[in-house]
C-alpha cells in the first residue's frame, strides 16, 4: 500500500475527492493553509478521479487529465511503490516539501522531488536544431499545393466592391494587382477595412460612405499612407511588397513572415512565364507547420520534447492566476464591450484575435480581425454604429453571416505534439489553453507564437 496526497489548491469552501479507488464515493477534504488536502492509503494502479468543490464537479488540469467513452473528463494518478523500499511512503507532488499530520490530511513526511530526467534547455535546443535542418532542406514550393487558385484583385476596383468580393469568397486578405506596374504591388487585408469603417464612425474624413461606391483601393492605400504614416511618410512609400521566391527555404520563408507581422506572403516565381503573372501562391504558417509536422511524425520518439505538457513549453500567452511569465498581458473582452473597444485592442496590440468571456472568465467564443468581414455583406457596415454595437451583437451578425463555429481549444495537459498538430490545421490560427471543467480561459497559443519558438 501506498499513502497518496490529493490537494486541491483552487480555493472554494468545502471540497470533497472520489474516484475509481473509492468506488466513486465523495471523501471530504481537509483545508490545509491554502489549499483542500487528503490522503489515502492505495495499492499501486492507475487510478481515475475527480473534485467537488462547492458543488461543481472540478479537475485539475495541472495534472495528467483523460476523457472515457461517454466523454466524461478525469485526472489520471499512476501510484507505485518507491524501489528498494520496504516501507510504505507518503508520495508528495513535485512541489511539496512541507510537513503535515495524516490524521488532519496533512503530510507526515517530506520526500525529495524527483530530478528531470533530461535539461529542458537542452531539449529545447536540440529540438530547434533539427527543426531548422528540415526547414532549411526544404523549399516553400514542396508546400505549395500543385493545383491551387490564388484570388487576385485589381487595385482600381472600388472600395466597396473589393471588401464584397472578399466577404464572399471567404478571404482575410488578397494580393492587388497593378496594371500600370505590371506586377502585385500590395495585400488588402481585414485590417483595412478595420480601419476605413473607424475613419467612417469617428467622422475622421478619409472616405464617405458615398465614395467607397468610387474610390479605388489604390487610393485607400494612399490615403492610409498620408494618415498613418507621420513624418515618415516618403520612407514608408519606398517600402516594397514583402514577397519570397519559390526557391527561398521554409525557414527563410517562416521567419520574413513573422519578423514583418504579417499573415502570409507572395511566393513570386524564380524565373518569369509567358503569362507575365510573377505570383505564384501565398505562404502561410500553417503550411509550413503541416509540412514539419509530417517530418516529425516519421521519428516521434526522437523528440521527447513532443509528449510534455504544453504547461512546460515557453509559449503562448498566460492569465496571472496560471504564475506563468508572458511578454504580453493576456486580455480578454466581454459581451457587453462595445465593438469598437475590442477592434482597437486588435490593432493596437497588433494581435488577430481576442478570447470573448462571461462574468466568471469562461471561454465563450473568440472574436477575430477577420471576422470583421461579416460587416461587408449587405453593406452591414453603413446602417450600425461601431459605438452602439457590443461584442455580443458583433457576434450575433457574425452567426447570422457564417453560421455559428466552435472554438480551437486545448488544456495546459495537451502535449507539445497535440498543439503543433492542431495549429497546422486550415483554418485554426489560435488555441485558446480552458480549465477542462469551466472553460476558463488560462492563456492562448496562436500559430505565431508556436512557430517562433520552434525557430529559437
Aim: proline share 5%.
Amino acid at each position: 500500500m501506498v499513502y497518496r496526497r490529493f490537494a486541491w489548491p483552487f480555493g472554494g469552501q468545502r471540497a470533497s475527492v472520489c474516484g475509481s479507488f473509492t468506488g466513486w464515493r465523495e471523501y471530504p477534504m481537509g483545508l490545509v493553509g491554502a489549499e483542500f488536502q487528503l490522503v489515502l492509503d492505495l495499492p499501486p494502479g492507475v487510478y481515475q478521479y475527480r473534485f467537488l468543490v462547492d458543488g461543481v464537479w472540478r479537475c485539475d488540469d495541472t495534472k495528467p487529465i483523460v476523457r472515457d467513452e461517454y466523454g466524461m473528463i478525469s485526472n489520471e494518478v499512476l501510484v507505485t511503490l518507491v524501489e528498494n523500499n520496504t516501507h510504505p511512503v507518503v508520495q508528495l507532488e513535485p512541489s511539496s516539501n512541507r510537513r503535515m499530520n495524516l490524521d488532519e490530511g496533512t503530510i507526515l513526511t517530506t520526500m525529495p522531488t524527483e530530478p528531470p530526467s533530461q535539461n529542458s534547455g537542452v531539449q529545447i535546443a536540440v529540438f530547434r536544431q533539427r527543426v531548422s535542418e528540415i526547414l532549411l532542406h526544404n523549399t516553400i514550393y514542396d508546400v505549395v499545393p500543385v493545383s491551387s487558385k490564388i484570388a487576385i484583385l485589381d487595385a482600381r476596383l472600388p472600395v466597396k466592391q473589393a471588401f464584397n468580393i472578399m466577404h464572399d469568397e471567404g478571404l482575410a486578405l488578397v494580393p492587388l494587382w497593378d496594371d500600370g506596374q505590371g506586377t502585385i504591388t500590395g495585400m488588402l487585408t481585414a485590417s483595412d477595412f478595420v480601419l476605413i469603417l473607424r475613419k467612417l464612425q469617428r467622422n475622421i474624413r478619409v472616405l464617405g460612405h458615398e465614395e467607397l461606391e468610387m474610390h479605388s483601393v489604390a487610393a485607400w492605400k494612399e490615403a492610409k499612407l498620408q494618415y498613418y504614416g507621420g513624418s515618415d511618410v516618403a520612407a514608408m512609400q519606398r517600402r516594397p511588397l514583402v514577397h519570397v521566391k519559390d526557391s527561398d527555404n521554409l525557414r527563410a520563408v517562416a521567419l520574413s513572415i513573422i519578423q514583418n507581422e504579417i499573415s502570409s506572403v507572395p511566393i513570386f516565381k524564380s524565373s518569369m512565364d509567358v503569362s507575365g503573372m510573377p505570383i505564384l501562391n501565398l505562404a502561410t504558417l500553417p503550411g509550413i507547420l503541416k509540412f514539419l509536422c509530417s517530418k516529425l511524425q516519421e521519428q516521434p520518439e526522437g523528440y521527447p520534447i513532443l509528449q510534455n505538457h504544453i504547461s512546460s513549453i515557453p509559449i503562448g500567452t498566460w492569465s496571472q492566476h496560471t504564475g506563468r511569465a508572458s511578454k504580453r498581458q493576456l486580455r480578454t473582452s466581454r459581451l457587453n464591450v462595445p465593438l469598437i473597444t475590442c477592434l482597437d485592442f486588435l490593432l493596437e496590440d497588433r494581435v488577430s484575435s481576442v478570447p470573448i468571456v462571461d462574468d466568471n472568465g469562461s471561454l465563450l467564443d473568440v472574436y477575430a480581425l477577420s471576422d470583421i468581414m461579416a460587416l461587408a455583406k449587405n453593406d452591414i457596415y453603413t446602417r450600425i454604429e461601431l459605438e452602439q454595437v457590443t461584442m455580443e451583437h458583433a457576434l450575433e451578425l457574425q452567426y447570422q453571416v457564417n453560421g455559428r463555429r466552435q472554438c480551437d481549444t486545448c488544456l495546459s495537459t495537451s502535449t507539445f505534439l497535440e498543439v503543433l498538430e492542431q495549429l497546422s490545421v486550415p483554418g485554426v490560427r489560435r488555441l485558446v489553453v480552458i480549465e477542462p471543467m469551466t472553460r476558463f480561459v488560462q492563456g492562448i497559443i496562436s500559430l505565431r507564437d508556436a512557430v517562433t519558438f520552434l525557430l529559437g
